[in-house]
């Protein structure tokens, strides 16, 4: 997976209905997508408060950085000159990674210059069945909140359409991950 792209690069069905939208229409139309066809996500917080947003959702590496660059800073309503430095800020954090595990989510957030902290960013494959202490906490508290137990394991295909479920509601990790 390459995650090389340049401004108006994405020509994908997605991105074109995304477009159409403002950026907090565009967001929620991310965040209503299932992981399973649009696999590659991420998940941002307000540093202040600590207060998550939804997961959002892409077809490819490619579409999600640009989402990143544009609608995510869109969102943050800087004026030009500021949106524009944030935009190559966040470009360059990707630029010769291959995949999500090298990207540096620390130099992400100080891409966006403190506005914005990205709290994941991987595959729903990886959330489904990785380890690491987000992916693992956020398998429990769906069993939690399911009555499921309380275990992190793996997410078994006969649990997959309500983790979906799960993911889509906004009850994700509202504590400190």
Request: with cysteine; hydrophobic share 45%; net charge negative.
């Given at each position: 997976?390459?995650?090389?792209?340049?401004?108006?690069a994405?020509?994908?069905?997605d991105?074109?209905?995304?477009?159409?939208?403002?950026?907090p229409?565009?967001?929620?139309e991310?965040?209503?997508?299932?992981?399973?066809?649009?696999?590659?996500?991420?998940?941002?917080k307000?540093?202040?408060?600590?207060?998550?947003?939804?997961?959002?959702?892409f077809?490819?590496?490619?579409?999600?950085?640009?989402?990143?660059?544009?609608?995510?800073?869109?969102?943050?309503?800087?004026?030009?000159?500021?949106?524009?430095?944030?935009?190559?800020?966040v470009?360059?954090?990707?630029?010769?990674?291959?995949?999500?595990?090298?990207?540096?989510?620390?130099?992400?957030?100080?891409?966006?210059?403190?506005?914005?902290e990205?709290?994941?960013?991987?595959?729903?494959?990886?959330?489904?069945?990785?380890?690491?202490?987000?992916?693992?906490?956020?398998?429990?508290d769906?069993?939690?909140?399911?009555?499921?137990?309380?275990?992190?394991?793996?997410?078994?295909?006969?649990?997959?359409?309500?983790?979906v479920?799960?993911?889509?509601?906004?009850?994700?990790?509202?504590?400190?991950?």
């Open positions: 997976m390459d995650f090389a792209t340049s401004s108006g994405l020509m994908t069905s991105r074109a209905d995304l477009l159409r939208l403002d950026a229409g565009a967001h929620r991310a965040a209503t997508r299932d992981p399973r066809s649009h696999g590659f996500g991420y998940l941002a307000e540093p202040a408060s600590g207060a998550l947003a939804s997961f959002v959702w077809a490819t590496p490619a579409e999600l950085v640009e989402f990143l660059a544009t609608v995510e800073v869109e969102l943050l309503s800087f004026d030009e000159p500021d949106a524009t430095r944030l935009s190559v800020s470009r360059r954090v990707f630029r010769g990674s291959r995949a999500f595990a090298t990207i540096d989510r620390k130099a992400l957030t100080a891409a966006f210059e403190g506005w914005c990205i709290a994941w960013l991987g595959t729903f494959a990886e959330l489904c069945d990785r380890g690491g202490p987000f992916a693992t906490q956020i398998r429990a769906f069993r939690k909140q399911c009555a499921l137990g309380g275990h992190g394991l793996p997410v078994a295909d006969e649990e997959l359409d309500r983790f479920a799960f993911l889509a509601t906004g009850a994700v990790g509202r504590d400190e991950r």
